[in-house]
């Protein structure tokens, strides 16, 4: 296995655990948010923590692997999915972190994170797919 392979299979690995933080972090906000429950930010700071990390390892092996000539679903779309679901999990604690309420932190995290899920799930079909 050359360092092309063991990169590749280390970001999909880390995907994996990257996108059930997420999606473990988008339904507590969801249930949170509807039990009334105080606003914590663990795990949505750990998902806004996780996503920039895979991002970087991702731009890695792009540029190692030279992506760029590939497939325009590897090479575009991909890290655009990905670049905005790493901003929106930041987005989301900046905006929990402003909110007046409980309720309206719980709303930020699930609706921000709940985008950004959808854009990694949009990212690793772009990738499957290229």
């Known amino acids: 296995m050359n360092i092309t ?5 280390g970001h999909e690995y880390l995907g994996y655990a990257v996108f059930a933080v997420v999606v473990v972090s988008v339904v507590r906000a969801v249930m949170q ?9 663990g795990l949505a700071k750990l998902a ?3 996503l920039p990390l895979q ?3 991702g731009i890695v ?3 190692q692997g030279r992506f760029w000539e590939g497939s325009w679903l590897i090479a575009i779309i991909h ?21 007046d309420s409980a309720s309206e932190s719980w709303g930020a995290i699930a609706k921000f994170q709940g ?3 959808v854009l990694v799930l949009v990212g690793i079909g772009a ?3 290229g």
């Open 5 to 9: 392979e063991s990169l590749r299979d």
């Open 127 to 129: 990738a499957s797919a």
């Open 115 to 117: 985008i950004a899920l």
């Open 55 to 57: 991002l970087v390892y």
């Open 48 to 50: 806004g923590m996780l």
């Open 79 to 99: 890290p655009l999915a990905m670049l905005a679901a790493v901003g929106l999990a930041g987005a989301s604690t900046a905006r929990a972190r402003r909110a």
């Open 61 to 63: 092996i792009f540029v």
């Open 33 to 41: 948010g509807r039990a009334g429950a105080e606003y914590s930010d």
